[in-house]
């Protein structure tokens, strides 16, 4: 069975320094790999994928993602934190079979 | 494309009462996904439909709690009785199969925040 974990429930970070959120995953076979953004009040919005190819993803808002299989890591990154960045943010894992596990989620607070 | 539509946004109920929630995919995209939020367990799959089939309501926590895709547009998720354990909020999601770039990754729906008194 694939599992998910973020061992992190928060990230504090300065506006204008660096992120980033750590992911790692369980899962047998090539794994498909997804970050997620939920905004207060709202439903989780895709960030990026990593099904093949670079293990460096590129995403929405500035977000990147680094696939590292040796370590079995998704870590999101950004070089420049945003006070709009603060949300929570979602791994998620999909083997071969098609139903996602998620991740506990990470709430991001980027601070003025 | 609208997105995925849920109704409705908010829903306050009594308990033993029965409550239907509403989605609305995104047109073209061949799987739907229940899940429900809350604080303590996080986000739950309830269950997932392909091509209007229903392949696994292993998440469904009780009898209590049925869904349906009648048609390609359209999917209800129903608790008959409501408790007020069943307070939670509510999201749907669609996604695609293979074949295209925006292939597997899930949009979901604002979500139905439900409140059982």
């Known amino acids: 069975a694939q599992s998910v974990a973020q061992p992190e429930d928060q990230v504090n970070v300065a506006e204008g320094n660096p992120l980033t959120v750590k992911c790692t995953y369980s899962?047998?076979?090539?794994?498909?790999l997804f970050w997620y953004v939920q905004y207060p009040n709202r439903g989780l919005q895709f960030l990026l994928k990593?099904?093949?190819?670079?293990?460096l993803v590129k995403g929405s808002y500035g977000f990147e993602a680094e696939f590292n299989k040796s370590q079995t890591s998704f870590h999101l990154k950004k070089p420049s934190a945003l006070v709009s960045d603060s949300a929570l943010y979602f791994c998620?894992?999909?083997?071969?079979?098609?139903?996602?596990?998620f991740g506990r989620g990470t709430s991001l607070i980027v601070h003025p | 494309d609208a997105g995925v539509i849920q109704s409705p946004r908010h829903e306050v109920t009594e308990m033993g009462q029965e409550v239907t929630l509403r989605c609305k995919p995104i047109?073209?995209?061949?799987?739907l996904f229940w899940y429900r939020q809350t604080m303590m367990r996080g986000l739950e799959l309830l269950i997932y439909?392909?091509?209007?089939?229903?392949?696994?309501d292993s998440g469904m926590p009780e009898d209590r709690f049925s869904a349906k895709m009648p048609n390609a547009s359209f999917s209800t998720l129903k608790i008959q009785p409501s408790e007020p354990r069943d307070s939670a909020v509510y999201f749907c999601?669609?996604?695609?199969?293979?074949?295209?770039?925006?292939?597997?990754?899930?949009?979901f729906g604002p979500g139905t925040r439900l409140t059982v008194t």
């Open positions: 999601a669609s996604s695609l199969a293979a074949g295209t770039a925006s292939s597997y990754e899930q949009y």
């Open positions: 899962v047998s076979g090539n794994p498909y």
């Open positions: 990593y099904i093949t190819g670079d293990n």
């Open positions: 998620a894992v999909r083997p071969g079979s098609y139903i996602p596990t």
């Open positions: 047109s073209g995209h061949d799987y």
């Open positions: 439909f392909n091509n209007n089939v229903p392949i696994d």
